[in-house]
């Protein structure tokens, strides 16, 4: 099939035509200045979460009667159902939950002054909790157990195990899932309009929406979240780095069909 242009002439009439440019360009500043909402979401949530997550993660291990099965109905349904919902239930059914209070005890709590980026912070915390929990209780699951009786024969007591041995050696284990989760988390904020917070996604709805750029706009959006990506990996492959258990220097043979267990002949502990 022939085209009408060549090659030159049909990017010059894609630029001309097409795509805009200028849009394009003008919808990053947009976007860049809701980043702080975004990063706020996904940093305050991810911290309480993997509170939460160790904890449920605690009452798993230890199997805590009735907590335990709290804990599976809590995480059966965070993992079984869309945050989409989620939020949707947090967002409207927290005022239901305060009108009924005040309506039964005569308090005065004021629905309409709730900021939605707290349901929001909420909801996300809970999802991340249920999820990185299954991670934390396996990495805590895996640790040798050898490890830990040679810490209690040096008189350490059960909490020093648990916090010089047993959550480092976890948390090594951990840290590639917790920052594939962190990744997820952040680029589900996208769904915060839902609550009416306007963060990036919302923000190039906003803007898509006035200049009738949506390509455009979006293009721009997806760059910013791809940046900012990019910068978690780094982060996330240097705290990995710091945390690795380094091996004495082995020569291994390398290649797509080499045997990633072939310790140079070295017979593995």
């Known amino acids: 099939m022939q085209g009408k242009y060549t090659f030159q002439e049909f990017w010059s009439m894609f630029f001309d035509k097409i795509f805009n440019w200028n849009a394009f360009v003008e919808a990053f500043p947009n976007v860049i200045s809701r980043i702080p909402v975004s990063l706020e979401i996904t940093l305050i949530s991810m911290f309480f979460g993997l509170i939460i997550a160790l904890l449920l993660a605690l009452v798993s291990i230890n199997k805590i009667p009735v907590l335990n099965q709290l804990r599976g109905l809590f995480v059966s349904f965070m993992r079984g159902t869309p945050i989409y919902v989620q939020l949707l239930l947090t967002y409207n059914g927290i005022p239901l939950i305060l009108r009924a209070i005040n309506m039964n005890y005569g308090t005065t709590y004021n629905i309409n002054n709730i900021s939605p980026l707290l349901f929001v912070i909420l909801t996300f915390t809970l999802n991340e909790a249920a999820f990185n929990?299954?991670?934390?209780?396996?990495?805590?699951?895996?640790?040798?157990?050898?490890?830990?009786?040679?810490?209690?024969?040096?008189?350490?007591?059960?909490?020093?195990?648990?916090?010089?041995?047993?959550l480092p050696?976890?948390?090594?284990?951990?840290?590639?899932?917790?920052?594939?989760?962190?990744?997820?988390?952040?680029?589900?904020?996208?769904?915060?309009?839902?609550?009416?917070?306007?963060?990036?996604?919302?923000?190039?709805?906003?803007?898509?929406?006035?200049?009738?750029?949506i390509f455009e706009t979006y293009f721009a959006l997806a760059l910013v979240y791809w940046v900012i990506n990019i910068v978690f990996e780094k982060v996330i492959s240097f705290i990995e780095k710091k945390l690795e258990i380094k091996d004495p220097e082995v020569p291994r043979k390398k290649g797509l069909f080499a045997n990633p267990f072939d310790h140079g002949g070295r017979v593995s502990d």
């Not at 590639?176 to 917070?197: C, D, M, R, W």
């Open 133 to 166: 929990s299954e991670t934390i209780r396996s990495a805590i699951q895996s640790v040798d157990s050898g490890q830990i009786e040679a810490a209690k024969s040096l008189g350490m007591t059960n909490f020093q195990v648990f916090r010089r041995v047993t």
């Open 169 to 213: 050696e976890a948390a090594t284990v951990a840290l590639a899932p917790l920052g594939n989760s962190l990744i997820g988390l952040f680029k589900g904020t996208s769904l915060a309009f839902v609550a009416g917070v306007i963060e990036m996604t919302a923000e190039a709805k906003i803007l898509g929406g006035s200049n009738y750029r």
